[in-house]
């Protein structure tokens, strides 16, 4: 499935829009402004909440926490020590974990697991505000991918909206 993530740009938080191929909309992502470390809700457009982001504070490197109905679902983290490149791992339950590799920032990089590449994100407008092509191999987990993603680039590119 494609889905097109843009980031909003007149807004306290970080909120995102997130557009299926046809380019209704999908999903939202409302971003927490004034919050102890960053808290996003990944909602559906009737408003419900699919999953819940939240930075993980005093950890070793950037670490967010993905909930679903609840329970904690995901961690993504980013790897602290790699040279030349980044990487980010998304450890989900059981033990085929997704890894992010790529360069991150120019936003080209892959999602994979052990079977290979399940979602290939990439910055294909020039926007005022962050735009990605995100693509996801049928029968992965949208939610998942798209949730990490959004963490992905809070870890990469945060820093140049505040």
């Known amino acids: 499935m494609q889905y097109l993530m843009k980031q909003k740009i007149l807004c306290l938080g970080d909120d995102f829009t997130i557009q299926d191929g046809e380019g209704r909309d999908a999903f939202y992502v409302d971003g927490r402004a004034f919050s ?14 699919l999953a819940f982001i939240s930075q993980k504070l005093f950890a070793w490197g950037q670490t967010y926490e993905i909930h679903r109905d609840g329970q904690l679902f995901a961690v993504v983290k980013k790897a602290a020590f790699t040279f030349f490149h980044c990487q980010f791992t998304v450890d989900v339950p059981g033990p085929d974990d997704y890894v992010a590799e790529g360069n991150f920032l120019d936003t080209e990089y892959t999602l994979s697991r052990s079977t290979g590449v399940v979602a290939e994100v990439s910055k294909r407008f020039i926007a005022l505000s962050d735009t990605y092509g995100i693509d996801i191999v049928d029968g992965e987990d949208d939610v998942t991918v798209l949730a990490s993603a959004v963490v992905i680039d809070l870890c990469c590119h945060g820093d140049k909206r505040r």
């Open 36 to 49: 102890l470390g960053q808290k996003l809700s990944f909602q559906d457009m009737a408003g419900r909440e």
